[in-house]
């Protein structure tokens, strides 16, 4: 005798929640907390439950935002909080519905994160990389959907994706420091597995290098996770040696912010003492004390470029993978200690 097929309400009973939150979980309505979001999923799959196809068409106009368990307060973050928006503005105006798919690194399933991929969202776009590896990303492309990524690309892949000019912003912000007279420069970089911060990293030590100057390895910290501040921890390290820098580069707005905290905090001055620059033109840079020096990346536009290129995509318009870079701009403020009529475009 076969045997019944599992129903919402197992679900509900197995996963430990109520049949409401089943239901919300399935059609991805808000307010679900992303534990519980991932458990109900886990639990679909393990029960092998045939989540049902809804019958109003919005499957065909549903686009997903996959981001990583740890971006997710970037939602509300000025710099991939202003991508998205983008996206999400660019989406609604052609009727579109965004579905957030949150993949958490420890409890997550490739499995299950594919399952709803594929019976929910004609296309998805993929923000930023860290815990979402390039293997997971080639395992996403399999699915036969339609895929873009923003700030992030994988080299050995031909995949559309959206980039801000990562490695000209770090190339440009050097040049900056090294064109006010600094020799002595440290850099507060960052996680490794973010491509995007990787690449300017690559572009501050080839205009370093172009310099003919070497970095010491204790002016090149390496980034401490679980502080609120970040660059705070780093900064801290440097001016704890013998020599300081005359100048630094912080690797985006959010470790400038910490990296400014921990030089007040011994009584030295900005840009005085140590200047200080960065990446990313946050709305915060233009109100630190002093007014933060940083490389401008066009976030919002990032955001309609890569819902552009994932709406042809879905309506079989591109038949060929495009990278797109947009320009970056190089923003002067005084915390470098230069005149704001030395703002750089640089070619």
């Known amino acids: 005798m076969e045997s ?9 009973k197995a996963a ?30 393990a029960l092998d439950y045939k989540v049902k196809p809804t019958v109003d ?14 971006s997710v307060p970037v939602i509300s973050d000025v710099f991939y909080g202003e991508i998205i928006r983008g996206f999400q503005i660019a989406a609604e105006r052609l009727g579109y519905h965004l579905v957030l798919f949150i993949f958490d690194r420890a409890t997550g399933s490739i499995d299950v994160l594919k399952r709803g991929l594929t019976q929910k969202v004609s296309g998805v776009v993929v923000a930023n990389d860290g815990d979402i590896t390039p293997g997971m990303v080639i395992q996403l492309e399999n699915l036969s959907i339609p895929i873009v990524l923003i700030e992030n690309h994988i080299d050995e892949q031909r995949l559309p994706c959206v980039l801000g000019d990562n490695f000209m912003a770090g190339y440009q912000v050097t040049r900056h420091l090294l064109n006010l007279g600094h020799r002595k420069i440290a850099i507060l970089k ?5 491509s995007s911060l990787v690449d300017r990293l690559r572009g501050c030590m080839a205009a ?12 090149l910290p390496e980034p401490v996770s679980g502080h609120p501040l970040k660059g705070y921890v780093q900064m801290k390290e440097i001016l704890q040696q013998a020599e300081y820098p005359t100048a630094v580069i912080a690797i985006s707005d959010k470790s400038a912010f910490g990296a400014m905290e921990a030089i007040r905090e011994v009584g030295l001055k900005i840009p005085d003492n140590i200047a200080i620059a960065s990446i990313d033109n946050t709305l915060e840079s233009a109100y630190t004390r002093p007014p933060l020096t940083t490389v ?24 060929i993978p495009v990278k797109t870079i947009v320009y970056s701009e190089l923003i002067v403020r005084e915390s470098c200690g230069a005149a704001i009529s030395q703002t750089i475009r640089f070619p």
């Open 208 to 219: 370093m290098a172009e310099a003919g100057l070497l970095i010491p390895a204790e002016w």
């Open 57 to 70: 068409g919005d499957h065909g106009k549903s686009i997903g935002l996959l981001i990583e368990q740890n």
């Open 296 to 319: 401008n990346i066009p976030k919002y536009e990032m955001g309609v470029l890569a819902f552009q290129k994932l709406h042809r995509l879905i309506q079989g318009d591109d038949t």
């Open 190 to 194: 960052g996680p490794t597995k973010y």
């Open 16 to 45: 430990q929640v109520s049949l409401t939150t089943v239901w919300m979980v399935i059609h991805n309505k808000p307010g679900i907390a992303p534990e519980t979001f991932q458990r109900v999923w886990d639990t679909i799959a």
């Open 4 to 12: 019944a097929k599992p129903t919402m309400r197992d679900v509900a």
